[in-house]
């Protein structure tokens, strides 16, 4: 799959920059682009797009889409730069290829365009970011979920990362409630499985999903069943004792 891409994307670079050309001759100097915010480029990519793609600089683990670093590393290899990646990443948020999975202007004007600037900057680029940009989402901070009245709280993390709010969760046997709230625009559910197999609905932008089972001493597993997210890292363990 890796290969595929990588020989598809410099098609497109080509493509583009043909394009890019025709527009500045036609736009001489009127054509502007705006300075990009990479720090707001960062978290919109964290909540629209990482769900999907896996970005190491942006600790998205997305796995519906192609991994970002794995796409470009061949171009980078290339000696293509992040000008041009930033481009091609722009013309793909407002033209997804025939794929029908990636939704078409997810984004639109600056906000494409600091997403696209992220994304051409850091991908398939070692190490981390630092600065403002290491700073620009939070790290989520996960505590272990301890049962009050029968109820565990386990939040969805708000700014959209694959990864509830804790990695662990202790309950007493009997009937037990998981409650997750999700005020990302990524959707999410959560769900039990081990003795017992529970799904509950799936929530986004401020939704509650919850769900109940009875459950005897043991170890169980709570994770988000929506596709990838459980593989992307957002489960955790219960322990019922
Ligand atoms: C619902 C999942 C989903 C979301 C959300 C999503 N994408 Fe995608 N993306 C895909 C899939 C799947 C592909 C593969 C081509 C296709 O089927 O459209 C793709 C392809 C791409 C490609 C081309 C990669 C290549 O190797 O050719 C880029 C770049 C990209 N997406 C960037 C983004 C950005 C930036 C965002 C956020 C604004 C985003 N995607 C949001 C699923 C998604």
Same mark, same amino acid.
């Not at 502007?32 to 480029?41: D, E, Y």
């Not at 046997?173 to 609905?201: C, E, F, R, W, Y």
């Not at 988000?224 to 219960?238: F, I, N, P, Q």
């Given at each position: 799959?890796?290969?595929?891409?990588?020989?598809?994307?410099?098609?497109?670079?080509?493509?583009?920059?043909?394009?890019?050309? *025709?527009?500045?001759?036609?736009?001489?100097? /009127? !054509?502007? =682009?705006?300075? @990009?915010?990479?720090?707001? $480029?960062?978290? &919109?990519? *964290?909540?629209?797009?990482?769900?999907?793609? /896996? !970005?190491? =600089?942006?600790? @998205?683990?997305?796995?519906? $889409?192609?991994? &970002?670093?794995?796409?470009?590393?061949?171009?980078?290899?290339?000696?293509? =730069?992040?000008?041009?990646?930033?481009?091609?990443?722009?013309?793909?948020?407002?033209?997804?290829?025939?794929?029908?999975?990636?939704?078409?202007?997810?984004?639109?004007?600056?906000?494409?365009?600091?997403?696209?600037?992220?994304?051409?900057?850091?991908?398939?680029?070692?190490?981390?970011?630092?600065?403002?940009?290491?700073?620009?989402?939070?790290?989520?901070?996960?505590?272990?979920?301890?049962?009050?009245?029968?109820?565990?709280?386990?939040?969805?993390?708000?700014?959209?990362?694959?990864?509830?709010?804790?990695?662990?969760?202790?309950?007493?046997?009997?009937?037990?409630?998981?409650?997750?709230?999700?005020?990302?625009?990524?959707?999410?559910?959560?769900?039990?499985?081990?003795?017992?197999?529970?799904?509950?609905?799936?929530?986004?932008?401020?939704?509650?999903?919850?769900?109940?089972?009875?459950?005897?001493?043991?170890?169980?597993?709570?994770?988000?069943?929506?596709?990838?997210?459980?593989?992307?890292?957002?489960?955790?363990?219960?322990?019922?004792?």
């Amino acid at each position: 799959m890796v290969r595929t891409l990588a020989r598809r994307i410099p098609r497109r670079l080509v493509a583009l920059a043909a394009g890019a050309l *025709v527009l500045v001759v036609l736009g001489g100097c /009127t !054509l502007k =682009h705006p300075t @990009a915010n990479l720090v707001r $480029g960062k978290q &919109l990519f *964290v909540s629209k797009c990482g769900s999907c793609h /896996t !970005l190491s =600089h942006a600790g @998205a683990t997305g796995a519906v $889409g192609p991994n &970002l670093d794995a796409a470009f590393r061949q171009d980078r290899a290339d000696g293509y =730069h992040s000008n041009d990646f930033r481009g091609l990443v722009d013309y793909w948020i407002q033209f997804p290829s025939n794929g029908n999975v990636m939704p078409a202007m997810l984004l639109k004007g600056q906000a494409a365009e600091n997403v696209a600037s992220y994304v051409a900057a850091v991908a398939a680029k070692p190490g981390q970011d630092t600065g403002a940009l290491a700073l620009a989402v939070a790290n989520v901070n996960q505590k272990p979920a301890v049962e009050q009245n029968g109820a565990l709280e386990i939040d969805a993390d708000p700014t959209g990362q694959l990864k509830f709010l804790a990695s662990s969760a202790t309950a007493k046997p009997g009937s037990v409630t998981l409650k997750m709230k999700n005020m990302s625009s990524v959707p999410h559910d959560i769900a039990i499985k081990g003795a017992v197999n529970q799904v509950g609905p799936v929530v986004t932008g401020g939704g509650v999903s919850t769900v109940t089972a009875t459950l005897k001493p043991g170890t169980y597993e709570f994770y988000c069943s929506v596709d990838g997210h459980e593989a992307a890292g957002m489960k955790g363990t219960l322990t019922v004792k």
